[in-house]
């Protein structure tokens, strides 16, 4: 990567002997102490040591010999780069980097990185080096440029075959998605045949009477959206599910939404047909309102009345999207290497990390290298959803396999490349490149973190630690739990994981003071005393929906109330009295109004107010009593004010308490 510059080659070697100071120079070239290292480039070495010792005693001789020597003429880097290795790279002390940007306004450390192409480029100037930014690392690191898509675009015609379609099922809660899928895993002809239970693992193929389709087991809009937010798509007909009892929902509503902008297709199952109030019509009429006239009323989106309970309507379902699967024309190379998406992954007792994969193109088989985001693999074993061991698996098809070197996040892709070595190699560099990403984010954000710690100041801190089933619900938890908006409350995650509820976890909380959720796992049984012990906040939930909105609760709670004064009466101060024992009692008339000595008192001198505080007693005559109606003379002690006069007026108000929104 360095190239080196003509002044740093040595003149021409002259024929003949060497003469005795070219002997000489030699000779202290090749003292090892002498050269320059990261001591010298941290400016760590004293004076009278190393670096300045090679000088050369004579004038002449210690320029030329520093610049011959010491200092590349252009070096190529990529960004970010710290302020450490540029100076490295450039064979020059950090110090004198570090100087020279502070000529230019820009105040940093030895560890800060430098991702400005420009202010890199100008340091290179001062100090003579041209630098060149290389890219090339990272266009080894996205492998290859193209989509899935656009590789499937460019395959000669010839080497595509057909597909089954990907489904995923969404909707509002409760209206049967996760049962719809079920009807159609039992329905399914290949797990009849092999009497085998399906597993979950994300996704199933599910074969019909009219071809094969792969449905996504995980519905869900976070699921959808998390793996949508990092670019992948893996569906391509959604199934909007629809109770006919009750019709159009929010969460019908924002789905809707997701598949239009996602461009996707939608089959309207309209189910729960085997309940009273089931009313199609009314869902024709939502549909219609919204521009999805369905076909019933002559339109495009079809619709299917079907009933998860009883069976009806779940053969017309899969005939619907094998019919809506042939339009889409859906087609792969099957010959090309493997390339698709993490559906989940979870770390598996005994066999280490794995995933699902849905492969999108080409074909996975047993001993494939993979580089997942920043995970790789060779892959070990591949297993159906019947927990079948493959020798390899085709577009389309959704596999669990083993073998991964960590867990990838659920959306991030995956290809298969030549060797376990280079995806392991390409891997190391993605994570290395992440980690520079974070510093980058982590110096440059400096600034606003000084400001979002005022800030912080103001909110309050809801400590979470979140456990999982898989990795997919994980993130979309954390996903929707970000998205809760408030100006009042900041989330923060204190740790995360897959898995039950341990002891760790627990100590975790205590220690935070967090709220753990967990989601589809248990508590270790163990650990129960601990927790109660120590009243650790355990919340179980098994729909992100309902987790999210005790997270609003609790989040809600944590906000101090709100303190509201209404003015409930006045008096006027019309004589006082010392009491020897008690002080100064105020003797009034209520003008407006019912006082009460519950209330708190304000004084008013003409528009000063002169006190604040607690009614001490309140008198009715000689009565103490509790209350005193407008019209009527009372005594009113203040609690530690004695300088009331007359011509005061007294203000009374009820303090209320009242819970803040989020
Ligand atoms: P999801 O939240 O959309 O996944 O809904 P579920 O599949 O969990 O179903 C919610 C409730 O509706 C459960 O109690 C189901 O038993 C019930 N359910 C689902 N489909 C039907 C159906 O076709 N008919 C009736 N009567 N109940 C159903």
Same mark, same amino acid.
């Given at each position: 990567m360095t190239e080196t510059g003509s002044r740093r080659s040595l003149p021409p070697a002259k024929k003949g002997p060497p003469t005795k100071d070219e002997e000489k120079k030699k000779r202290r070239l090749n003292e090892p102490s002498k050269h320059f290292d990261s001591r010298d480039r941290h400016g760590l070495r004293d004076d009278e040591e190393g670096f300045h010792r090679r000088k050369f005693k004579s004038h002449t001789h210690k320029s030329h010999f520093e610049e011959e020597i010491l200092r590349p003429k252009s070096i190529a880097v990529t960004l970010p780069i710290s302020v450490k290795d540029l100076a490295s790279e450039m064979k020059l002390k950090a110090v004198d980097v570090i100087?020279?940007?502070?000529?230019?306004?820009?105040?940093?450390?030895?560890?800060?990185?430098?991702?400005?192409? +420009? @202010?890199?480029?100008?340091? /290179?100037?001062?100090?003579?080096? &041209?630098?060149? !930014?290389?890219?090339? %690392?990272?266009?080894? =690191?996205?492998?290859?440029?193209?989509?899935?898509?656009?590789?499937?675009?460019?395959?000669?015609?010839?080497?595509?075959?057909?597909?089954?379609?990907?489904?995923?099922?969404?909707?509002?809660?409760?209206?049967?998605?996760?049962?719809?899928?079920?009807?159609?895993?039992?329905?399914?002809?290949?797990?009849?045949?092999?009497?085998?239970?399906?597993?979950?693992?994300?996704?199933?193929?599910?074969?019909?009477?009219?071809?094969?389709?792969?449905?996504?087991?995980?519905?869900?809009?976070?699921?959808?959206?998390?793996?949508?937010?990092?670019?992948?798509?893996?569906?391509?007909?959604?199934?909007? +599910? @629809?109770?006919?009892?009750? /019709?159009?929902?929010?969460?019908? &509503?924002?789905? !809707?939404?997701?598949? %239009?902008?996602?461009? =996707?297709?939608?089959?309207?199952?309209?189910?729960?047909?085997?309940?009273?109030?089931?009313?199609?019509?009314?869902?024709?009429?939502?549909?219609?309102?919204?521009?999805?006239?369905?076909?019933?009323?002559?339109?495009?989106?079809?619709?299917?009345n079907c009933s998860a309970l009883n069976g009806q309507g779940i053969s017309e379902l899969s005939e619907l999207l094998a019919l809506q699967s042939e339009i889409l024309e859906l087609k792969a190379n099957p010959e090309s290497r493997a390339r698709g998406t993490v559906l989940e992954s979870q770390i598996i007792k005994g066999l280490g990390p794995s995933a699902t994969l849905l492969i999108q193109n080409g074909t996975l088989r047993i001993s494939d290298a993979i580089v997942f985001g920043e995970a790789y693999a060779r892959v070990k074993t591949i297993q159906d959803e019947h927990g079948k061991q493959l020798k390899s698996a085709g577009p389309s098809h959704a596999v669990r396999v083993t073998?991964?070197?960590?867990?990838?996040?659920?959306?991030?892709?995956?290809?298969?490349?030549?060797?376990?070595?280079?995806?392991?190699?390409?891997?190391?560099?993605?994570?290395?490149?992440?980690?520079?990403?974070?510093?980058?984010?982590?110096?440059?954000?400096?600034?606003?973190?000084?400001?979002?710690?005022?800030?912080?100041?103001?909110?309050?801190?809801?400590?979470?630690?979140?456990?999982?089933?898989?990795?997919?619900?994980?993130?979309?938890?954390?996903?929707?739990?970000?998205?809760?908006?408030?100006?009042?409350?900041?989330?923060?995650?204190?740790?995360?994981?897959?898995?039950?509820?341990?002891?760790?976890?627990?100590?975790?909380?205590?220690?935070?003071?967090?709220?753990?959720?967990?989601?589809?796992?248990?508590?270790?049984?163990?650990?129960?005393?601990?927790?109660?012990?120590?009243?650790?906040?355990?919340?179980?939930?098994?729909?992100?929906?309902?987790?999210v909105d005790d997270a609003k609760e609790l989040m809600t709670q944590l906000l101090d109330k709100l303190r509201v004064e209404n003015e409930m009466a006045e008096i006027e101060v019309r004589a006082t009295f010392k009491a020897s024992n008690l002080g100064v009692i105020a003797g009034c008339m209520v003008t407006s109004g019912t006082a009460k000595r519950s209330h708190i008192a304000k004084v008013y001198r003409g528009t000063e107010l002169v006190f604040e505080g607690e009614i001490q007693s309140l008198k009715r005559v000689k009565e103490d009593v509790k209350e005193v109606q407008k019209g009527l003379e009372c005594g009113v002690l203040l609690k530690g004010f004695n300088d009331v006069q007359v011509g005061d007026v007294i203000k009374t108000f009820e303090v209320q308490y009242i819970q803040q929104e989020l």
């Open positions: 100087s020279k940007l502070l000529t230019h306004g820009i105040k940093c450390m030895l560890n800060d990185p430098l991702d400005d192409e +420009v @202010v890199v480029q100008l340091v /290179g100037q001062d100090f003579g080096c &041209e630098i060149t !930014i290389d890219t090339s %690392k990272q266009d080894r =690191l996205d492998i290859t440029g193209k989509s899935i898509l656009e590789e499937i675009a460019g395959t000669d015609p010839s080497q595509l075959v057909l597909r089954p379609p990907v489904v995923t099922f969404m909707g509002h809660v409760d209206h049967g998605k996760t049962s719809l899928i079920d009807a159609l895993r039992k329905s399914n002809l290949a797990s009849k045949e092999a009497g085998a239970i399906t597993q979950h693992i994300g996704a199933f193929s599910c074969q019909t009477p009219n071809g094969d389709i792969t449905i996504l087991d995980t519905p869900g809009h976070e699921a959808f959206t998390t793996i949508r937010s990092r670019g992948a798509s893996v569906t391509d007909i959604v199934v909007l +599910v @629809v109770a006919g009892d009750e /019709g159009f929902k929010v969460q019908t &509503e924002e789905a !809707i939404r997701i598949a %239009k902008e996602a461009k =996707l297709p939608m089959i309207f199952a309209i189910n729960k047909m085997d309940k009273e109030g089931f009313d199609p019509e009314k869902v024709y009429r939502q549909m219609s309102d919204r521009d999805l006239l369905p076909e019933a009323w002559g339109g495009e989106i079809p619709t299917v073998g991964l070197s960590d867990v990838p996040s659920s959306g991030s892709d995956f290809i298969v490349v030549k060797s376990e070595k280079e995806a392991r190699k390409i891997t190391e560099q993605r994570e290395a490149e992440s980690r520079k990403n974070r510093l980058r984010k982590q110096s440059f954000n400096l600034g606003s973190m000084l400001q979002a710690n005022a800030a912080r100041q103001e909110k309050k801190i809801f400590n979470v630690i979140v456990k999982a089933d898989v990795q997919g619900s994980l993130e979309a938890i954390k996903d929707s739990l970000l998205k809760i908006p408030t100006q009042k409350v900041l989330i923060q995650f204190v740790s995360e994981g897959l898995g039950m509820i341990t002891l760790t976890d627990a100590e975790l909380a205590m220690t935070s003071n967090a709220v753990i959720f967990g989601f589809h796992t248990k508590t270790d049984k163990t650990i129960e005393s601990f927790i109660r012990t120590h009243k650790i906040s355990i919340h179980h939930h098994d729909v992100i929906y309902h987790l």
